[in-house]
């Protein structure tokens, strides 16, 4: 049987030591702004939106391997300092991302679970998900623009009426989701996926005025790791969900909390929440 072509983008605008695997395929984001970095694909080849890496962040590294990639059965998205921790201990109830020292990370070998195996139970791998005392749709206008967020849901009405409820149910009426942009899946669920998504941003990037902000001019990014919630459970997808580890120069213990104290905050975040709807 022919062993399946599994890629893993790793992003990264700047040169940093990564980790290795046959899987990883180190993507250099926005390329078309930036010398070349050694041992990274650039993003600014074929059909590609590299220019554009200042507000679609990650995507652009994104789009360039849905444009260009050939013969490829399973796909990913990881960040330079952004990986699956798919070894941590009770998975499942940790903290969405945990902080780890780079030189310790490097050090130890980088090993995926049989993704075959998991992907016959399970469609995709998503991060751990946050929750907040609010619903994603509020977050969203705490920490960003919020005449942005009605312009997309406005779009969304317009190009897929259908995804409306979806969008209504995982946006505005529950408070939490999987962040970071980061996924693993089939090609033909990612092919579906960035058909859906790029249609959806390319339209707002005609309505928006993208922020002068660096912050906020990352909109497409923002938005996109929103999306992909709504994505997942319009078509009812099996999700396997793992932490993240966060490779830091200047990583101290004290910055992870104990699960039972993450634990703890989730549980005050939901009953602020319930409270807040009552």
Same mark, same amino acid.
Request: proline share 5%.
């Given at each position: %049987?022919?062993?399946?072509? *599994? =890629?893993?983008? #790793? ?25 070349? &970095? ?10 590609? &939106?590299? #220019?554009?890496?200042?507000? !679609? ?12 990639? =050939?013969?490829?059965?399973? #796909?990913? /998205? ?14 499942? &109830? ?9 030189? @310790? ?16 139970? !399970?469609?995709?791998? /998503? ?5 907040? @005392?609010?619903? %994603? ?7 960003h623009i919020v005449d942005d967020w009605r ?24 408070? !939490?989701? @999987?962040?970071?942009?980061?996924? &693993? ?18 339209? *707002?990037? =005609? ?11 990352? #909109?497409?990014?923002? %938005? ?12 009812? /997808? ?16 004290? %910055?992870?909390? @104990?699960?039972? =104290? ?17």
């Amino acid at each position: %049987m022919k062993k399946p072509c *599994v =890629k893993i983008l #790793i992003c990264a605008h700047k040169e940093v030591e990564l980790p290795k695997h046959d899987y990883f395929l180190p993507v250099q984001a926005g390329a078309e702004s930036h010398e070349p &970095i050694s041992g990274f694909v650039p993003d600014n080849t074929g059909d590609n &939106i590299s #220019i554009k890496n200042k507000s !679609y962040c990650e995507l652009t590294c994104h789009y360039w391997a849905w444009k260009n990639l =050939k013969n490829v059965d399973v #796909i990913g /998205l990881n960040h330079y300092r952004r990986y699956f921790d798919f070894h941590s201990a009770l998975s499942q &109830i940790a903290p969405d991302r945990r902080f780890a020292d780079v030189k @310790s990370f490097l050090d130890t070998p980088y090993q995926f679970p049989d993704l075959e195996s998991l992907f016959s139970k !399970y469609d995709i791998i /998503l991060p751990n998900t946050r929750n907040y @005392s609010y619903s %994603m749709a509020t977050q969203y206008a705490v920490y960003h623009i919020v005449d942005d967020w009605r312009i997309l849901k406005d779009i969304i009405r317009e190009l897929s009426p259908e995804y409306i409820p979806t969008f209504e149910k995982t946006m505005e009426q529950r408070n !939490y989701s @999987s962040n970071y942009n980061m996924f &693993i899946t089939r090609w033909n669920l990612f092919d579906e996926y960035s058909e859906w998504l790029f249609k959806v941003l390319f339209e *707002v990037e =005609k309505r928006c005025k993208i922020s002068s902000y660096d912050v906020q001019a990352r #909109i497409f990014g923002y %938005m996109s790791e929103r999306l992909i919630n709504v994505f997942c459970e319009y078509h009812h /997808l099996r999700i396997k969900h793992y932490p993240l580890v966060v490779p830091i120069d200047d990583f101290q213990p004290w %910055m992870n909390p @104990s699960v039972l =104290k993450y634990n703890y905050w989730k549980f005050k975040n939901n009953l602020a929440y319930i409270i807040s709807k009552s």
